[in-house]
């Protein structure tokens, strides 16, 4: 682009330069012209008046054409010498400032066929005007002598008159060739001046598309390799296509991964071993409380039973907390991906919840659901989390209905969208951005019994599944999970 830019400054320049320089010829032209004219009339007014002073203008008049011989005449040498020619110009009364831009264009452009043209127009006027001084030393002898011969001096004026014409005609011509090279050479210019600014402009938009694509394709990628991250896939990697500042970005986000994946794998060693360690002096506590309570030699108070029964309450507590962590730091990414029936799924869940189905009392009512790709284990836990929620913070019979419908995306691909609709306390709305984030507990936990975990663990596996989730509630109407996964396509 700064190429082609300066090609275009330096064409415009050319163009104003050389135009500029031919209308100062055009002037130059009309210096001489003009003094031609005016060293003839002043000769025919001294052939009548015998007035020195009319033959001195007329010989001043000649040193404007004399001038620009002297330009000519080395101008067409193999060495100009440019200071000589300058000279020429400067007694032709050529103003200074156009010299060296008629010079230019004489030297540079004289094989060109107007300004050759021209050239030998002058050529030709030089040769006649050379025959003006010898005819005007003749009528300002004649005239100079006692007895003037008024037959010679008319013989004299005779011969001026057809070199007069000739000079006009050969005037004329110089000027008129002059201007159709002007005129050619302005729509040569002009056309060269449109395709350098429409090469310029075809090149600016390819490049602005180039550049745009190119921006594009690099935040794309950036912006695709964040979302894998986002959604806890590692293993991904954004294409680095340049070397620029969006390049710089997707190395910084690749490094970032790099260091997420090393501070996950201490993070979930960290777990795993607070957990185990954890669960450890838990078990032993409620294996030695139980033990201690079953214990008929050791003589408890009942307040002393009461204190032990609290003990291995909060026991218990804690270590469904802990199973619960260990369980939610360990869920990365589903492996194995196959076709699931949720239909069997679900139904299997609920047989093996038979017991607390039974003992809430709940309805559960489900309609056919389209067969999806995904991790069977995982999905199973999706349902199992929801529908114990579903049972667990209700205050009467729990009323579950699970029903689905499939939905087309912006590029014809399908979709499953899941509801999973109860009766029961439901919650504010203004919990909706807050309840599928860690440790988040909208309700007491002395009324209802739970580690804040089940919905992040939930929200967790339908990122897996590249799906959504989210919630429609108002207090005391019960609580809708919409879930969204893609059907029968392979998911990363």
Request: aromatic share 8%; glycine share 6%; hydrophobic share 40%.
């Amino acid at each position: 682009m700064a190429m082609l830019i300066i090609i275009e400054l330096l064409t415009l320049w050319f163009s104003v330069h050389a135009l500029s320089s031919v209308r100062a010829l055009v002037g130059a032209e009309g210096l001489w012209s003009k003094a031609e004219k005016d060293g003839v009339y002043h000769l025919e007014k001294y052939y009548r008046t015998h007035d020195e002073k009319d033959y001195d203008a007329f010989q001043k008049f000649m040193e404007v054409p004399y001038g620009d011989h002297k330009t000519r005449l080395q101008l067409i040498k193999a060495n100009p010498n440019l200071d000589s020619a300058r000279e020429g110009f400067i007694e032709g009364r050529v103003n200074p400032d156009d010299i060296d831009g008629i010079l230019q264009l004489l030297l540079r452009f004289h094989n060109f066929y107007y300004i050759g043209k021209a050239i030998g127009y002058w050529t030709e006027g030089d040769s006649l005007i050379a025959q003006l001084t010898p005819i005007g030393e003749k009528l300002h002898s004649e005239i100079s002598t006692s007895s003037p011969s008024k037959e010679k001096l008319d013989q004299l004026i005779l011969e001026l008159e057809p070199i007069n014409q000739q000079l006009t005609t050969l005037e004329d011509n110089f000027s008129f060739t002059l201007g159709e090279g002007s005129r050619w050479l302005e729509n040569i210019i002009l056309k060269l001046l449109f395709a350098v600014a429409l090469t310029v402009e075809i090149t600016g938009l390819v490049l602005t598309v180039s550049v745009s694509r190119s921006i594009t394709k690099g935040l794309n990628e950036i912006n695709r390799g964040a979302t894998k991250i986002a959604k806890g896939n590692f293993d991904d990697r954004a294409t680095v296509y340049s070397k620029d500042e969006i390049g710089m970005v997707a190395t910084a986000i690749n490094q970032m991964t790099e260091q997420l994946i090393l501070s996950n794998r201490e993070l979930e060693q960290f777990a795993y071993l607070a957990s185990h360690d954890l669960q450890e002096p838990l078990r032993k506590l409620i294996i030695f409380t139980g033990m201690l309570e079953n214990d008929t030699e050791t003589v408890i108070s009942e307040n002393g039973k009461m204190y032990m029964e609290k003990i291995t309450q909060a026991s218990m507590r804690m270590q469904r907390l802990v199973t619960d962590v260990l369980q939610f730091s360990q869920l990365n990414l589903a492996t194995g991906y196959h076709k699931v029936d949720l239909n069997i799924t679900i139904d299997q869940l609920l047989s093996d919840m038979e017991f607390v189905i039974e003992k809430s009392g709940a309805e559960i009512n489900v309609t056919p659901i389209p067969v999806i790709e995904g991790d069977e284990a995982q999905l199973r836990q999706l349902f199992q989390n929801l529908i114990s929620n579903a049972i667990k913070f209700n205050e009467g019979k729990p009323v579950i209905k699970i029903y689905a419908e499939i939905i087309t995306g912006d590029q014809n691909e399908k979709f499953c969208r899941i509801y999973i609709k109860d009766n029961g306390i439901g919650f504010d709305e203004k919990y909706l951005d807050k309840i599928f984030v860690i440790f988040q507990r909208l309700h007491g936990k002395q009324i209802y019994e739970g580690t804040g975990i089940g919905l992040a663990i939930c929200k967790k596996i339908i990122d897996n599944h590249n799906g959504s989730i989210s919630a429609a509630s108002k207090p005391g109407e019960g609580a809708t999970f919409i879930i969204t996964l893609p059907v029968l396509q392979k998911m990363r």
